[in-house]
């Protein structure tokens, strides 16, 4: 099994009131029940102000390399992930459990 951990940070001047990160937000919301292979999703909003912290993360699950590539590539994933483009930056860590 595979953990597909993604950390979003909003850019400079970005809140995550804004409609459009409300939008994103959401898009993440409903993604892992659109996707066949998605074993287990979670998102949501970070809750410290510590400085070094991620503002938004994923924290998912898939059974394989087939399953997270297909996840990548299904069309609902680039739907919900092309705004985030626009007005923040992650990183992520793919790793068997």
């Known amino acids: 099994m595979i953990r597909h951990l993604v950390l979003f940070k909003l850019n400079e ?3 995550r009131e804004e409609p459009r990160v409300v939008a994103g937000a959401r898009a993440f ?4 029940a659109l996707v066949p292979g998605v074993l287990s999703w ?6 410290t102000d510590r400085p070094v912290a991620y503002d938004f993360a994923i924290n998912s ?5 087939a399953a997270l ?8 994933h680039q739907a ?3 705004p ?5 930056t ?5 790793y068997e459990i």
């Open 84 to 88: 985030w483009t626009e007005f923040a």
């Open 80 to 82: 919900a992930v092309t």
């Open 61 to 65: 699950s898939v059974a394989d390399t």
């Open 90 to 94: 992650w990183v992520i860590a793919d």
């Open 29 to 32: 919301e409903e993604l892992g």
């Open 13 to 15: 001047g970005v809140e």
């Open 69 to 76: 590539v297909a996840y990548l590539e299904h069309p609902a």
């Open 42 to 47: 979670e998102c949501g909003w970070n809750i």
